[in-house]
């Protein structure tokens, strides 16, 4: 790493001096610690869209670390996140969007998770037996529970998608 600057726009290779604004992709292949992109400004984020061929994507301000010793710390920087959101082509219908909820669990739906038709024949198929109405709720509550841990262990890995092996 030099002393005069940070880390050079993935895009444009201008340097990105310390403690200044740059940008990151929001997708996590991204912001793998192979790849790791940075953009010094949004139009050179914008610019990596095309080759990344990215569905839905925006751009997050982050802010350089100070020091050069701080930045061995941490290479995602610090600080208040911007999100700019690539404004979509002519004639593309909008998406809404569905941001996560901001403290998370007592506000995600609280609908039934589990198909009855397919998990009643499973178990008849399998035991003869039949299916209490009740078990439907008990196994909603636990696949909730397995992928609330799922989700922590993404967010902990700084993805913002939950894999098979968060399982």
């Known amino acids: 790493m030099s002393e005069g600057?940070?880390?050079?726009?993935?895009?444009?290779?201008?340097?990105?001096?310390?403690?200044?604004?740059?940008?990151?992709?929001?997708?996590?292949?991204?912001?793998?610690?192979?790849?790791?992109?940075?953009?010094?400004?949004?139009?050179?984020?914008?610019?990596?869209l095309p080759t990344m061929?990215?569905?839905?994507?925006?751009?997050?301000?982050q802010r350089a670390p100070a020091t050069a010793p701080a930045a061995a710390e941490s290479t995602q920087g610090a600080g208040k996140r911007t999100v700019i959101r690539r404004t979509p082509s002519p004639g593309a219908a909008p998406k809404p969007s569905t941001p996560a909820p901001p403290g998370g669990r007592n506000d995600a739906p609280r609908e039934m998770l589990i198909v009855a038709s397919k998990l009643?024949?499973?178990?008849r198929a399998r035991s003869g037996m039949n299916t209490s109405d009740g078990v439907m709720?008990?196994?909603?509550?636990?696949?909730?529970?397995?992928?609330?841990?799922?989700?922590d262990r993404a967010r902990e890995e700084g993805r913002k998608t939950v894999m098979d092996r968060d399982f």
């Open 120 to 123: 009643k024949a499973y178990v």
């Open 53 to 61: 061929r990215h569905r839905e994507a925006w751009a997050e301000e």
């Open 137 to 151: 709720e008990e196994l909603s509550e636990r696949v909730r529970a397995l992928c609330d841990d799922a989700i």
């Open 5 to 48: 600057f940070w880390r050079r726009c993935s895009s444009c290779k201008k340097e990105i001096a310390f403690s200044v604004p740059y940008w990151i992709c929001s997708v996590s292949s991204c912001n793998r610690k192979g790849s790791s992109y940075v953009f010094c400004t949004v139009g050179c984020w914008d610019a990596h």
